[in-house]
């Protein structure tokens, strides 16, 4: 039986200015465990729930390197990588550079429940260096906020993220220096030996380049724009809210994503935009929607759009994020920053 009693709650560790400073910062878990409640599912439109499509450009603000897992020659690949014998390319479709979707979905998620009471879905620790309470929800019929927006084993998310598409721009090549895998073992990861928080790696003004000495990687620059979308359905106001601050639409916590390899030398930063939200929550706009092919959902632009995110930024900001969490993570998540990379070996 879960133990529901409340649990003290972590601070976070050292700011990196100490004397051995760090490229991440450990957002602290709620003093209280997660809620589990019965998800609302998918099987039929809810009139009390809005389901829609977002859409999304991504401005990469530090290089960005998302892995295929395949190394090529340099001959073999346009651009200025001729002359480089081996390169690790990125993900790509069609000669296309993208971001998967689900690489996309797993950084959402990962802020998504640092500022909600949500379990720590997946982890490297072991179970019994998890707080009470905090454990991944395995009834799907009782899951954390999370969960049940993003899904849970056996039981499918509210949400669905599209590949982000770089069009009609080249890639260039940078060069990663080695970086190496976390210590477990770490004190500052634990308290009294329980898991102390949620690990997150901080926004830098620039990434690191190790030049001809480093190791030659696929990688957008800067300034260069994906786009994207995401879908949902059957989300609360609150959880639409919690998603886009997550997404940084929130104009008191301005933050970006964090997004591929190479997160403790600075690469990954992306700024997003939300451009455009398709909504429908009247029943007679969804059975419009099906009997009629020339009927498109309702969309916002503009002011619109910008007075309706900031309707749900304030209904999350009463109902599902937690303030402390989100003051925390903003402090590491947050853009534009002044923040200098680290120098060492990570």
């Not at 859409?55 to 001729?82: E, I, Q, W, Y």
């Not at 969490?325 to 402090?331: A, G, I, N, S, T």
Request: charged share 20%; net charge positive; proline share 7%.
């Amino acid at each position: 039986m879960t133990n529901n009693r409340p649990i003290r709650r972590p601070q976070p560790n050292p700011a990196p200015e100490t004397a051995n400073p760090k490229p991440y910062q450990l957002i602290s878990l709620p003093s209280q465990p997660p809620p589990r409640d019965k998800p609302i599912g998918q099987d039929r439109f809810k009139s009390d729930r809005i389901s829609g499509t977002i859409f999304l450009r991504l401005t990469v603000k530090t290089a960005t390197f998302v892995a295929s897992g395949v190394v090529a020659m340099g001959s073999d690949l346009s651009g200025n990588a001729k002359n480089i014998p081996l390169i690790k390319t990125a993900v790509g479709r069609d000669r296309q550079s993208i971001v998967p979707g689900s690489s996309l979905k797993g950084v959402v998620r990962s802020a998504y429940e640092a500022i909600t009471r949500s379990c720590l879905c997946k982890t490297k620790a072991e179970q019994s260096q998890i707080p009470n309470g905090y454990r991944e929800c395995k009834d799907n019929t009782k899951l954390c906020p999370a969960c049940q927006v993003f899904g849970a084993m056996d039981w499918q998310g509210l949400i669905r993220f599209s590949d982000a598409i770089l069009n009609n721009a080249q890639w260039s090549v940078g060069f990663m220096p080695s970086l190496y895998a976390p210590r477990k073992q770490r004190a500052g990861y634990y308290i009294n030996g329980r898991i102390a928080g949620r690990k997150f790696y901080y926004h830098f003004v620039k990434s690191i380049d190790k030049g001809q000495q480093g190791i030659p990687v696929q990688q957008a620059g800067k300034e260069l724009i994906f786009t994207t979308q995401i879908g949902f359905r059957n989300l609360s106001l609150a959880e639409l809210g919690t998603l886009l601050i997550v997404l940084g639409q929130d104009s008191k916590n301005p933050i970006a994503l964090k997004v591929g390899g190479g997160k403790p030398i600075g690469m990954g930063t992306m700024v997003v935009e939300v451009t455009e939200i398709q909504r429908i929550e009247k029943e007679k706009e969804w059975r419009d929607r099906y009997c009629n092919y020339n009927t498109s959902p309702p969309s916002l632009t503009g002011n619109s759009l910008q007075e309706f995110i900031q309707k749900a930024v304030r209904s999350a900001s009463t109902q599902l994020v937690q303030s402390q969490q989100l003051k925390e993570l903003q402090q590491v998540l947050q853009w534009p920053t002044t923040r200098e990379p680290i120098d060492g070996v990570y």
